[in-house]
């Protein structure tokens, strides 16, 4: 038996709540290779105590035996990376995962904090063009409106429509910058290795993985796909595009200042308003929620869209794991014949955005060809980490988990969720043989 061929894939899918966290050990017959996909988490279980998330991180570190051959931070996302963040002293969750001394960093193209804010391109030997300058710049800006949206959310509750401030910091939270845990990923980088991906690329875990050929099939860069940088006239859903005036609305609403519909005018008994006027203020207030929410939530997918998307072959079978990549991630990547054909054939799908319908494309779905009841043959296996109630609304059909895609995928794969791990238990074990 060749040492260079793993024989088994054991998938370790973490209960983190709403998050990602996937340790992927491969079972060489000489020593066992362990790659982290994501660790962060936008909400826990309360039946698994807060510490779940040091918890899961002694667990990474016992089972890799003290070595991660590589990390994978999708996106920036905080329910992909919080975990990776440290604390003083070295008693953070993201201090255990630096002390395993990944091999490989492997990031987006769009993470590298040393390429110019300007910059259209990743750094790399061949140059990429020009295409991608202001898609980094606007992340930077995306952050920091989040951050503010976080603020309006909390310390002005009362100005937003009921319930609107707690999806509003739910949105905000996610999307701020994670500063810790981004410079320890860049810090874990410059020890090791770091590789900042894009569509197409070299093997970027050839070094850490042999036998295992990995693909990179998003997120593309600007040159490759000028496309995605502006909105399409029918689609809300966009990609690189950052709307300036959007940026400025909300920047005005989130400066804290109170304005002349702010609540304590609006529903004081004795309120400065006149009655006759209190109807049209509160509607007003209402709009005003709605245009930030639609703001934050254009953000949101904006950083979906950044995420990696990989595609793993091994022993015969390929191993699909695209983070949170929504529909213009995606289309890039099937448009490519080649990658049409590789998708058809995947054995093991790790369910995008923790189930949410507009990351799993029907495009992409229609194409796996294993999918099917329990008597199919080589039936595709699915695994979904997720916790319900945390984002969107069942009211509007965009709940996550999206209760018909969870059904589609039980019907159709060997479906495992995290929902299923019982309390206090930390994860998922998913076997797939190799060869």
């Known amino acids: 038996m060749s040492t260079k061929t793993p024989t088994q894939l054991n998938l370790y899918a973490y209960q983190v709540g709403f998050g990602d966290c996937f340790l992927l050990q491969f079972v060489y017959p000489d020593r066992n290779r362990h790659v982290l996909i994501d660790f962060g988490s936008m909400g826990l279980r309360e039946e698994d105590g807060e510490d779940v998330m040091m918890q899961v991180a002694q667990d990474i570190k016992q089972r890799c035996g003290g070595r991660l051959d590589a990390v994978v931070a999708t996106h920036r996302h905080a329910d992909h990376i919080s975990g990776f963040a440290t604390k003083a002293g070295g008693k953070g969750t993201g201090d255990i995962i630096r002390s395993l001394k990944p091999t490989v960093v492997l990031q987006p193209w769009t993470e590298d904090l040393s390429l110019d804010p300007k910059a259209r391109a990743p750094k790399a030997k061949v140059a990429l063009g020009t295409g991608s300058r202001r898609a980094v710049a606007a992340l930077s800006a995306m952050n920091d409106l989040s951050e503010q949206v976080t603020q309006l959310a909390i310390n002005q509750p009362k100005n937003l429509p009921d319930g609107m401030a707690k999806r509003l910091e739910f949105l905000g ?184 319908l507009n990351a799993t494309p029907k495009s992409l779905w229609k194409a796996f060809k294993k999918k099917g009841g329990p008597s199919k043959k080589a039936r595709m296996t699915s695994v979904l980490s997720t916790m319900p109630h945390k984002h969107g609304s069942e009211e509007k059909r965009t709940e996550v988990p999206r209760r018909s895609l969870v059904q589609t995928l039980r019907d159709g794969t060997h479906f495992h969720t995290t929902e299923d791990v019982p309390a206090q238990g930390l994860f998922k074990l998913v076997t797939i043989p190799l060869g």
């Not at 990696?308 to 990549?325: N, S």
């Open 173 to 356: 939270r996610d999307n701020t910058k994670n500063l810790s845990a981004v410079e320890n990923l860049a810090h874990m980088g410059r020890s090791g290795k770091a590789v900042y991906a894009h569509f197409g690329m070299a093997d970027p875990l050839r070094s850490v993985l042999p036998g295992v050929k990995t693909h990179v099939l998003g997120p593309p860069t600007v040159e490759q796909a000028p496309s995605i940088q502006k909105q399409r006239s029918t689609d809300d859903e966009e990609f690189w595009h950052f709307h300036a005036r959007g940026v400025a609305t909300a920047n005005t609403l989130a400066t804290g200042t109170d304005g002349p519909f702010a609540a304590d005018f609006v529903r004081a008994k004795k309120g400065k308003l006149p009655l006759e006027s209190r109807w049209a203020a509160k509607r007003v207030m209402a709009a005003r929620g709605d245009q930030v929410l639609s703001i934050v939530t254009m953000l949101d997918k904006a950083m979906n869209n950044t995420s990696l998307i990989l595609l793993l072959e091994v022993g015969g079978k390929r191993l699909l794991f695209p983070g949170d990549a929504q529909i213009e991630n995606w289309s890039y990547a099937l448009s490519q014949p080649n990658v049409q054909a590789m998708l058809a054939d995947v054995d093991l799908y790790k369910v995008g955005h923790h189930g949410s």
